[in-house]
Nanobody, 121 residues
Framework: QVQLVESGGGSVQPGGSLRLSCAPSGSIFSINGMSWYRQAPGKQRELVAGITFGGSTNYVDSVKGRFTISRDNVKNTVYLQMNSLKPEDTAVYYC???????????????WGRGTQVTVSS
């Protein structure tokens, strides 16, 4: 059973930084796109940043210039470096990946359980 495991959330003051990490547990054959989403209380989940296997990235406008998504294809890990954090970045951050496990013949969409990021003075 493959699961995505996130780490790195926490509380930080405005202007601070956090780095999120996400990696799948279990036996993985291959991973395509990896992404970070977030959901603030009372709001819909939104795509924050995505990265392809080849390293192409995209970001929601509100985080451009402050957040950087990256991945290590050897470690099957995706990162989200968050700088200049603002109170409006407060949310639960979810990792998403399209991957194929060794036990499967098709790629499937997987979600992590989420990690809380709180930006407050």
């Amino acid at each position: 059973q493959v699961q995505l495991v996130e780490s790195g959330g926490g509380s930080v003051q405005p202007g601070g930084s956090l780095r999120l990490s996400c990696a799948p547990s279990g036996s993985i054959f291959s991973i395509n796109g990896m992404s970070w989403y977030r959901q603030a209380p009372g709001k819909q989940r939104e795509l924050v940043a995505g990265i392809t296997f080849g390293g192409s990235t995209n970001y929601v406008d509100s985080v451009k210039g402050r957040f950087t998504i990256s991945r290590d294809n050897v470690k099957n890990t995706v990162y989200l470096q968050m700088n200049s954090l603002k109170p409006e970045d407060t949310a639960v951050y979810y990792c998403n990946a399209v991957l194929r496990s060794h036990a499967a013949v098709l790629y499937a969409n997987y979600w992590g359980r989420g990690t809380q990021v709180t930006v407050s003075s």
